[in-house]
């Protein structure tokens, strides 16, 4: 069994995402990891310990195989390691048990919202001076850019250079028909990557760039793509969200999403 076939099977078995989109496009790349800690019975693996670049320690242990001390021997030899950063997807009890046993506190919860259609979503309000229109590929310094000063604070987003979002582009989901750009006076100022990936729709990421708050773009951008998604004929949509961004979070309960599961970040 290799790695994403287990990481496959505890996310078929716990219904959420056992590996971050970083650690799955690592493991894809064949990226050398930071932390790679396995367990394997009768040539089987059953758990893993990953970890790659400066991303936190993510622990999985096939559901065949709980119960037995894998995830505990894991995770301890993870700290004995010096590794202080864990997530726990879902936030399923015996992860939370896991990291309470083991000292760990939380440090960040990451929200996954669901909007179930019931029908055509509203149209976004016209913003004045604003262009919403489809990805070209000469936008992509400038998306870029606006995601840079979007996400200054955010550990991962706003890491993302040219290489991340080629990569992404090059994944099996992209459609340029599904990234949309806000532009004022020739200049982008953000923008809403949709994905489409197993039926179900995603507000992948929705940048607004800092000078161009407040105005309603961002919801504007969020409700551009929404009706994108339900003329692909989705009729679920996911997205993450910080559990403190509550500017954030009201436009997306406006918008009818509600909380489906959340992930929690713990800390030695």
Aim: net charge negative; aromatic share 6%.
């Amino acid at each position: 069994m290799s790695l994403l076939d287990l990481a496959h099977r505890v996310r078929e078995h716990d219904h959420v995402e056992a590996l971050n989109e970083a650690s799955q496009i690592a493991l894809r790349e064949g990226t050398i990891p930071r932390v790679d800690d396995e367990v394997v019975v009768d040539d089987v693996l059953v758990g893993l310990a990953f970890a790659s670049g400066d991303a936190p320690v993510e622990v999985l242990v096939d559901p065949s195989h709980r119960r037995q001390g894998i995830g505990t021997g894991l995770l301890r030899r993870a700290l004995d390691a010096g590794e202080t950063q864990f997530w726990a997807h879902g936030q399923l009890p015996g992860a939370v048990a896991l990291a309470k046993a083991a000292g760990l506190v939380p440090a960040r919860t990451l929200l996954v919202l669901r909007l179930v259609f019931e029908g055509a979503p509203d149209p976004e309000r016209p913003i004045d001076g604003v262009t919403l229109r489809t990805f070209r590929p000469d936008d992509a310094e400038a998306v870029i850019e606006v995601n840079r000063r979007a996400f200054a604070q955010h550990p991962e987003q706003g890491a993302m250079d040219r290489a991340d979002f080629d990569r992404r582009a090059a994944s099996s989901w992209f459609d340029p028909e599904g990234l949309f750009v806000a532009e004022r006076d020739g200049r982008v100022i953000g923008f809403h990557w949709t994905k489409i990936e197993d039926g179900i729709g995603e507000v992948y990421v929705v940048g607004v760039d800092p000078d161009s708050h407040g105005g309603g773009l961002g919801t504007a951008l969020t409700a551009r793509g929404l009706r994108h998604l339900h003329e692909r004929g989705v009729g679920i949509v996911d997205l993450y969200v910080e559990g403190d961004n509550i500017p954030a979070l009201a436009v997306y309960h406006r918008l009818g999403f509600v909380e489906h599961a959340r992930d929690v970040l713990y800390s030695a």
